[in-house]
């Protein structure tokens, strides 16, 4: 490390920047990054499924509101994360849990079931849900871009009569 320390120190030097290789240090970047946005998730949403990924929790207290009526606050009140992080540890919680979702998405797919944006047809691909770990880096944010692809198949998952005790956990569009 001392000689990359000490060639940084003269590229900085050739640009006229004060730079002592020996009483200074360079902070990684993209750890800060996840420290900062661990610590930020942290405060704003629970650790519980996180802490106890196989248990099942209740993490509404809020039920869902009218998704048209639905304000910010109201929709981060629910805990999106935390709803996210409870449905994808329950869809993954079983072989059997994992192979009906599995039969759903390919289910959506013979049938054309998925729309996009502009309500045209697509197929989704055959993916697991992620599960976040704190000492992952990026898996939160990985968890919740793997379920915004598979909310259609979530959606259908967790409607009655398949798991109608998460149900109440489905989110809205501003969650």
Known sequence: MTAMMQDFEHLLMARFIDFDSANQQIICFPHRLHVTVTAM???CTSTEALENPTGEF???EHDPVNPSS???TQALQRDPVAITRN???TIRSSQLCREEFKE???TGNRRE???DAQQVSYQLVHLTLIRDSPTRWGSSYLMIERALYLRQAIEVYISPPVMSTIFKQ????NE
């Open 41 to 43: 998730l942290r405060e």
């Open 170 to 173: 489905r989110l809205t569009n």
């Open 113 to 115: 079931r998925w729309l």
């Open 104 to 106: 759903i998405v390919t």
């Open 87 to 89: 449905i994808t540890n």
């Open 58 to 60: 209740d993490l509404t």
């Open 70 to 72: 639905q304000t910010p």
